[in-house]
């Protein structure tokens, strides 16, 4: 087992840190992975540079934060369910995770975070966004931290997935869209407590929910229209530009973000693995 001594440097903020100083291909002992699961709890994503991960050391090392998720809109599309090979070429018209989002939040138990390691990445454009939710919520008045607390969102994944919305006429990366497939949807509060950290995040997202419970699209569209812009308000992001070996882990219960489609006339291949989560409460 190798012991590393890591160091963090915050790149802005609210949120996101680079972490130095380690190989993350190797066996690393527990105190590194401690390390380094305290820095991602500290900043919501941190990044690493100059990595050299295959399929089979990428799933090892995010095996020591959890079991492996598999996203079911995905499942069936290649021939390792527990990882997913994005790729985008110049003439996409769509790329994913272009909007504002949280990672499967129409899941009971959405994934705790995702480590995603840039294989052949742009020279410029096609950088990934991120913005702290508990930053978002610790931003709003007593008075809306009051009403939101007592809320809960309808998180589904009919305006992402599935044969009416056909994604894959668009995009190279592919998903499910069989006449079998039916959308997923569950109840999650409107603002979470983080299970680690304690701190109160909002958890809603553009992708996944366009109504509360108990309210109509048309009522909710208001309160949500407000929280989307807040969240998305730029002293509560970072933004993080690529390079060939580079690698984001997000804890999919503190941040969200987005990519950018602005990659122009460049090829770009990132691989993604997913950590299992909890209920959010």
Known sequence: MRSNHLSVRPIAGNCGAEVHGVDISQDLDDATIGEIRGALLDHGVIFFRDQHLDKVRHKVFARRFGDLFVQPNYRGTSDD?????????????????????????????????????????????????????????????????????????VHSDYRIAGPRVNMNANRSTKMRQDDEWRPTVNIHPVVRTHPETKRKGLYVNRSHVDQFEGMTVEESKPLLGFLYRHMERPEFTCRFRWENGSVAFWDNRAVHHMAVHDAGQFFRHVRRVQIAGDRPY
């Open 81 to 153: 369910d527990e990882v997913l090979e994005i790729r985008r070429q110049p003439t996409d018209a769509r790329i994913v995770g272009e909007h504002w989002h949280a990672d499967t939040t129409m899941t009971a138990e959405p994934p705790m975070g995702a480590i995603l390691y840039g294989i052949e990445v742009p020279p410029y454009g096609g950088d990934t966004l991120f913005a702290s939710c508990a930053a978002a919520f610790d931003a709003l008045s007593d008075g809306m931290k009051s009403l939101l607390s007592g809320m809960n969102a």
